[in-house]
């Protein structure tokens, strides 16, 4: 098939960016969307333009990083599949496709389509852990663990850090994101004893980076490849309430000082 | 050059206990003095840096990615084995090591499986109080699932995401040790070459891969765990970003490579659609617990698969080997596709595919739990095929997947060049001629975890550090030869693109060096190989500069490593004269087609080592002696 691509190119953090127009030839349905842009950079390539850059790794849906707007929405059209699980069959023979980068201030962007996501990584240095060192763990089996409380933790731990859920929200949350990891652990016994201090101290990142407040749209559960729920939002604005609490006790008590 | 592989003296199940307890150690407020950089953030270099932090040592660690949560490892789907004998069916660290050894088809060495097997269980109890979410049973303990290989159930997972959930144990560990400012880490940033002063590894040169600036990082010693080279074949289950430029710097500047044409193939991969095919992906080895492959009985079978009657099916892992069946080791099952294929009788575009099959798994537990244990692979391969596996067989064909071979290390874990040391896949150890699935996941934990930790006090400890200028001549030296290399890279007025040569080289050695193997076409595959090299170096052509984000660029090197390291597999593939595991001489086999091991001449570990550009690398042997699994043929029969 044949498409019309309009591409935000951007050559660098402080340089403008526009949309390019790119007519797209004999394109197969059984290409990823990936391998469509692939061949465009070939194509750019040979011609002596400047490829498209865009970030990728695995693609098989896990790494996170490929990410795109894909006529406005994130990781485009089919639900619950990355970009680069997306393919080609998803469009028609004639479609013109808008591709741009995640849009969000605490995403800026490097490059074309790739984008800064170290945000995300300080939000898990906060308190996305559980505090123990090498060597000193108790048998796997010594705590039993509730089938469903494991499978709420891994359905929470699914979340691939991608970012979609930040470029979805009006507000450019990272509640989703900072929620599944309070979550996740926050279902185990192992993450009990750091359960509101890593809620109040993750969300407190949150709010440092430039990430907007949530206003539950719930556009980033629509937009997560993996369906994170956002009831994982609701539960970590019910660790931080908790935390906060307690925190004022501890401190009127003068901590363990 | 000499090989010491520092194995531990006494009985097998002694050498790691008594050789922690004689290596030296560095006293707990010196440990700060020492900086060590781990290059890479997967599952061996993230666990190792983490640990390593948690001593007290200074990290710095790297990775391409722009977070180390994306490494390679993520992508893991089956699962982590450990001998734990959790179900009580006969598992023990001693048949671990069996398994192992035996799966590598005799080309490992003994001290080092013997170790991985012990280790194995402090693993899994490491990863729970982490909080890695493994599958449970209902009355709360942990699940476990069988393996290729295997005949006991060993395989701890969490859903087909166990490498996801593992690396993410390791990455909180990494962010948890980064905020208390015990690793400093550098992401987007891709090492170029190793610094070696006074013949001791002391540091390395990288690039910023958003502001192309050349740094140079000196320490005490360093870690490479930057993964496997399976991308030299283009098309491969790796992820696009995996390469070979850091072991392939270091083998260039004097550490031996071990084995480098052990190459696992797995057998269940979906086959490719098209020229334009970037990846081939992965359908996890643990399908084959409930699928049953098979083909068409005659060659050039049209029918769809439910119209073909039971009896004109081969079920023919089940023929050919009973007492395994379908879960038979991946070198046999991904030889026995092939085998399948090339009498004709393959199905799916081009006769390259056979047939998965989840009917009767279906009919016997239902379609329910069929989706709770596979439902993301299952969906995963809807989605790239467009056919739905719950209503007809899968699709698929072997594919590139790991590489057993890697540098050179003693056991422990340091390459000939002291001061560097191997983890991980990067490395060559554990897995002999073949690796048993679920066991790469466990070797990498093992390896960052709980092996470097103390080895690396024990190098440290062991001799002085003279602190390094950063003007020092071989640091000048080194800095030159990158900066050197990146611009003539871009200066290049060629006209093909990166891709281009890569997916040629990839073509020459899957034809050449892939699942079946011989003489006459490896030493093609040298020469042309040679010739791809040159053409290369006068005709790509790489947009761009070397001072902005240039993926062109990126690639541009790490391809034109591949040119070289092709080489170098295709020569140990022709100077083994034998087959074993995942390699596969045809001038080598049984009569009814099984792999023909040579032990009196081969049993030994080929190191190899660089002799200069444009020179034959020369081969060194660490021979293998095996005490406590007596040498056999590997039957699965
Ligand atoms: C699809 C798939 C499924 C698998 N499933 C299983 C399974 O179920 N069980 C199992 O045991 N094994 C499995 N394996 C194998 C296993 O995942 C890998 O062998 C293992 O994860 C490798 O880990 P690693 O830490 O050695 O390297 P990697 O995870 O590959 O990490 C390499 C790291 O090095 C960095 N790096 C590389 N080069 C450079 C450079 N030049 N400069 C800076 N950084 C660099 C990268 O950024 C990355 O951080 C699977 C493999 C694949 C492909
Ligand atoms: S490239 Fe890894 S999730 Fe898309």
Not at chain 1, 150 to 160: H, K, S
Not at chain 2, 174 to 195: F, N, S
Not at chain 2, 200 to 224: K, P, W
Not at chain 2, 444 to 455: E, H, K, R, S
């Amino acid at each position: 098939m044949n498409l019309t691509l309009r591409v935000w190119r951007q050559a660098g953090p402080a340089a403008a960016g526009q949309f390019v127009e790119y007519p797209v030839r004999d394109i197969s349905t059984e290409m990823s969307f990936l391998e469509m842009l692939d061949v465009v950079n070939e194509q750019l390539t040979e011609q002596g333009d400047a490829p498209i850059a865009f970030d990728h790794d695995c693609r098989e849906g896990i790494c996170g990083m490929c990410s795109l707007m894909i006529d406005g929405v994130a990781h485009g059209p089919m639900q619950a599949t990355t970009t680069c699980q997306l393919h080609m069959r998803s469009f028609r023979d004639g479609d013109s496709i808008t591709v741009e980068p995640w849009r969000a201030q605490a995403f800026p962007v490097l490059r074309d389509l790739c984008v800064d996501r170290t945000a995300f990584d300080r939000i898990v240095q906060a308190g996305g852990f559980v505090s123990i060192t090498t060597g000193n763990a108790p048998d796997g089996n010594a705590i039993a663990i509730p089938k469903p409380d494991a499978d709420a933790a891994m359905d929470a731990a699914a979340c691939i850090g991608c970012g979609a859920c930040v470029a979805a929200c009006p507000n450019g949350s990272a509640s989703l994101f900072t929620a599944a990891k309070i979550s996740h652990l926050g279902h185990l016994p192992q993450g009990q004893p750091e359960r509101y201090r890593r809620a109040l101290r993750m969300v407190a990142q949150m709010d440092l980076e430039t990430f907007g407040g949530c206003t539950l749209f719930g556009e980033c559960q629509a937009a997560c490849p993996k369906e994170i729920s956002i009831d994982t939002i609701a539960r970590m604005n019910r660790d931080y309430i908790f935390g906060a609490a307690f925190e004022q006790e501890e401190s009127r008590a003068g901590g363990a000082g | 050059m000499d090989l010491i592989s520092n194995i531990p003296s006494g009985p097998i199940d002694k050498k790691w206990e008594s050789h922690k307890f004689d290596m030296k150690l560095v006293n707990p407020a010196n440990k700060r003095k020492y900086h060590v950089l781990v290059v890479g953030s997967g599952l061996a270099g993230a666990s190792a840096a983490a640990t390593m932090s948690e001593l007290g040592y200074q990290v710095s660690c790297f990775c391409f990615q722009d977070s180390p949560r994306r490494a390679h490892s993520i992508a893991a789907q089956g699962g982590i084995n450990a001998a734990k004998n959790y179900q009580n069916d006969g598992d023990s660290v001693q048949r671990l090591f069996y398994d192992t050894v035996k799966g590598g088809d005799f080309r490992a060495r003994e001290a080092n499986v013997y170790r991985l097997a012990e280790i194995s269980v402090n693993i899994i109890d490491q990863c729970v109080a982490q909080g890695v979410p493994f599958a449970r049973e209902y009355g709360g303990l942990l699940a476990n699932r069988s393996f290729g290989g295997a005949q006991v159930s060993r395989t701890f997972y969490a859903r087909g995401q166990t490498g996801q959930q593992l690396l993410l144990g390791a990455y909180q560990a990494l962010e948890k040790e980064i905020a208390k400012g015990g690793v400093r880490m550098y992401t987007r940033t891709e090492m170029l070459d190793l610094i070696v002063v006074d013949g001791q590894a002391r540091g390395i040169v990288t690039r910023n891969l958003v502001s192309g600036a050349m740094e140079t990082h000196l320490a005490d010693a360093v870690v490479l765990a930057t993964g496997g080279y399976g991308n030299v074949f283009y098309l491969s289950t790796n992820a696009r970003g995996s390469n070979t430029t850091a072991i392939w710097r270091a083998y260039k500047r004097g550490a031996a490579f071990g084995n480098p044409c052990y190459t696992q193939i797995h057998p269940t991969c979906i086959p490719q659609s098209g020229d334009y095919q970037s990846k081939l992906t992965l359908m996890s080895e643990s399908l084959r617990n409930d699928g049953r492959v098979w083909v068409p009985q005659s060659p050039g079978e049209k029918r769809p698969p439910h119209q073909i009657p039971e009896a004109e099916r081969d079920y023919y892992l089940e023929r050919k080997y009973p007492s395994f069946g379908n879960l038979s080791p991946r070198d046999i099952a991904s030889r026995a596709a092939k085998e399948a294929c090339d009498s004709g009788r393959g199905v799916g575009p081009g006769g390259l595919g056979v047939y998965l099959d989840f009917r009767d798994a279906i009919n016997r537990v239902g379609r329910d739990k069929i989706e709770e244990r596979y439902g993301n692979l299952f969906q995963m391969y809807q989605r790239i095929t467009d056919e739905d596996p719950y209503a007809v067989p899968m699709r698929i064909y072997p594919a590139v997947h790991y590489t057993m071979g890697g540098l050179w290390v003693d056991y422990n874990l340091m390459s000939t060049i002291p001061g560097l040391h191997v983890l991980g896949e990067a490395n060559f150890s554990d897995h002999g001629a073949n690796r048993l699935g679920a066991s790469a996941l466990m070797q990498g934990l093992a390896d960052g975890y709980f092996v470097i930790p103390y080895t690396i006090g024990h190098y440290l400890a062991s001799r002085k550090f003279a602190p390094v200028a950063p003007d020092h001549p071989e640091v000048r030296a080194t800095e030159r030869a990158v900066e050197e290399r990146l611009r003539r890279l871009v200066g290049i007025p060629g006209k093909r693109t990166v891709q281009s040569f890569h997916r040629e080289l990839g073509k020459v050695m899957w034809d050449k060096c892939g699942m079946a193997r011989d003489a006459e076409g490896l030493q093609r595959a040298v020469s042309q190989i040679q010739g791809l090299r040159e053409e290369f170096w006068e005709n790509v052509n790489v947009p761009g500069s070397g001072a902005e984000l240039n993926q062109s660029l990126e690639q541009a090197g790490r391809v034109a490593d591949f040119l070289e390291l092709g080489e170098l597999m295709c020569r140990d593939a022709l100077h083994r004269e034998e087959s074993c595991g995942g390699h596969f001489r045809t001038e080598h086999q049984t009569a009814d087609g099984e792999a023909l091991r040579n032990d009196e001449q081969f049993t030994y570990v080929a190191a190899w080592e660089h002799a200069g550009d444009g020179q034959a690398p020369i081969l060194n042997k660490e021979p293998l002696t095996f005490e406590n699994v007596h040498l056999a043929t590997r039957s699965y029969k």
